[in-house]
């Protein structure tokens, strides 16, 4: 089978659940938490200047371009397909540089959960190299298996994951919050307008923002499937609408919820472990510290689910350039479930050998951070693609019937992207400076950092030389 459209549709229930799923996580609350108040001044920021214009502009590019491929099939559609698969290469590849880190994450939360039964710290556990790459590996070819079994499978996993794995938890600690302060207990809370503001004379509390806009990143993925979307041009942007307001109002929130309970547990937090760390400190408040055991299953499916979300999106998209020619068209073959089974099984192949990194850096944390940022940096430069294809297509082609407009037309999305230029600029500077969980020398930091972006962009030019 060479065609990965498909029969199976997806109601805007499930497309608003895969975008939550795909953007929505706790994964990061443990440390942007430890700023303070500072973070929702950083979330609004990221909010105006990148999630909403993302939105506005995926959801006037979907609408209008409904077919599978969402980024890759606007870039290619704005300037030929060897840019649109430079861009989705820098979205695949990114994705797979992070997914090392999530699953690392999802190690964390395992060994909060069996390092007791064997009388063991989690936080000794997690700092063996060997635990992480063995955890993530399971978890990574699970996640495979499971999409192997088609979208219609890996979108009821989603729907699951969103609203167990993250919407409950997330919902949990906003509530215990709103207890905490209506029972008149202590919180955190701000004495000055700078306590809000971030400041321009700590430099380095900017390298923050990056990991906020981080949490934002993903909103476009669920264009991959237009396709298979009943009516996409009601209920795309129906679905971004929704999901953009749930994820941005269950981040901010989360976040006081984590300060304002643990105002006296400010000091240094495990990248890998500190959302456990913070969460146990938390329901321990409560009288609650069986509580943890629960919210840390909740946050393993929360995790798997994302992964798997992922790794459905990313696979259907690459297929779709295998059947333009960019790249071996063996790629673009699909198993009986229509799923595209070649790259999924050559995604889990190349996802093993980077997660050799973890043996290759000072540490745990450092490997963590280290690949989180490299994410995010070939991240930014995809979206830099996304957002000057968005004013080529709106300049060059009238807007089609049914097809959502963002108010004011060709300034209106031109205004759109130019945020998004800025968000992404701002996010590559900070992205340069290493937060005080890395190790290693800032200068051994940036210059790893910079060859891993130069060795992403010059693989797409290589794979499609002969493409004409």
């Given at each position: 089978m060479m065609q990965i459209s498909s029969t199976q549709s997806l109601t805007l229930l499930r497309l608003v659940m895969i975008n939550i799923i795909a953007v929505d996580s706790l994964r990061n609350i443990s440390i942007t938490a430890q700023a303070g108040w500072v973070v929702v001044s950083f979330y609004i920021f990221a909010a105006i200047v990148f999630l909403i214009p993302c939105a506005l502009l995926t959801a006037q590019m979907a609408t209008g371009y409904s077919k599978n491929g969402g980024i890759y099939l606007w870039t290619k559609e704005a300037f030929g397909a060897k840019i649109g698969f430079v861009v989705l290469w820098l979205q695949w590849i990114y994705?797979?540089?992070?997914?090392?880190?999530?699953?690392?994450?999802?190690?964390?939360?395992?060994?909060?959960?069996?390092?007791?039964?064997?009388?063991?710290?989690?936080?000794?556990?997690?700092?063996?190299?060997?635990?992480?790459?063995?955890?993530s590996l399971c978890m990574f070819w699970l996640a495979t298996i499971v999409n192997l079994f088609g979208i219609k499978t890996s979108s009821t996993i989603s729907v699951i994951g969103a609203i167990v794995g993250t919407l409950m938890p997330m919902l949990l600690i906003i509530g215990l919050a709103l207890f905490w302060i209506l029972s008149g207990q202590p919180m955190l809370k701000p004495?000055?307008?700078?306590?809000?503001?971030?400041?321009?004379?700590?430099?380095?509390?900017?390298?923050?923002?990056?990991?906020?806009?981080?949490?934002?990143?993903?909103?476009?993925?669920?264009?991959?499937?237009?396709?298979?979307?009943?009516?996409?041009?009601?209920?795309?942007?129906?679905?971004?609408?929704?999901?953009?307001?749930?994820?941005?109002?269950?981040?901010?929130?989360?976040?006081?919820?984590?300060?304002?309970?643990?105002?006296?547990?400010?000091g240094h937090v495990d990248i890998v472990t500190g959302l456990m760390a913070s969460f146990s400190y938390f329901f321990a408040k409560f009288n609650m510290p069986w509580m943890s055991s629960i919210i840390a299953l909740t946050l393993v499916l929360g995790a798997f689910t994302t992964v798997s979300a992922w790794i459905m999106g990313l696979s259907r998209?690459?297929?779709?350039?295998?059947?333009?020619?960019?790249?071996?068209?063996?790629?673009?073959?699909?198993?009986?479930?229509?799923?595209?089974?070649?790259?999924?099984?050559?995604?889990?192949?190349?996802?093993?050998?980077?997660?050799?990194?973890?043996?290759?850096?000072?540490?745990?944390?450092?490997?963590?951070?280290?690949?989180?940022?490299?994410?995010?940096?070939?991240?930014?430069?995809?979206?830099?693609?996304?957002?000057?294809?968005?004013?080529?297509?709106?300049v060059t082609n009238?807007?089609?019937?049914?097809?959502?407009?963002?108010?004011g037309g060709v300034k209106g999305t031109i205004v759109m992207s130019s945020l998004g230029f800025i968000s992404c600029l701002v996010a590559i500077i900070v992205g340069f400076i290493p937060t005080s969980d890395v190790t290693m020398s800032t200068f051994n930091f940036d210059l790893l950092l910079v060859t891993g972006i130069v060795i992403a962009l010059a693989f797409p030019y290589v794979l499609t030389r002969n493409y004409s």
């Open positions: 994705n797979l540089v992070w997914f090392p880190s999530i699953c690392g994450f999802f190690a964390g939360i395992i060994a909060y959960i069996i390092a007791p039964w064997f009388g063991m710290n989690p936080d000794f556990l997690v700092s063996n190299p060997w635990y992480i790459i063995s955890m004495s000055a307008i700078s306590d809000v503001l971030p400041s321009f004379a700590n430099i380095n509390s900017w390298g923050l923002f990056l990991t906020v806009m981080f949490s934002l990143f993903g909103l476009e993925m669920s264009s991959i499937h237009a396709g298979n979307v009943n009516n996409p041009q009601k209920n795309f942007p129906k679905a971004l609408l929704i999901s953009s307001v749930v994820i941005l109002l269950s981040l901010v929130l989360s976040n006081v919820a984590i300060f304002t309970v643990n105002s006296n547990n400010t998209a690459f297929t779709i350039a295998a059947e333009d020619g960019l790249i071996s068209k063996r790629l673009a073959q699909t198993n009986t479930y229509n799923a595209p089974s070649k790259v999924l099984i050559l995604q889990a192949l190349i996802f093993s050998i980077f997660c050799l990194s973890y043996l290759l850096m000072p540490s745990v944390n450092s490997a963590y951070w280290f690949l989180s940022a490299l994410t995010a940096q070939l991240a930014v430069l995809g979206y830099i693609g996304m957002f000057a294809a968005a004013i080529k297509l709106r009238p807007i089609k019937l049914g097809q959502y407009q963002i108010y």
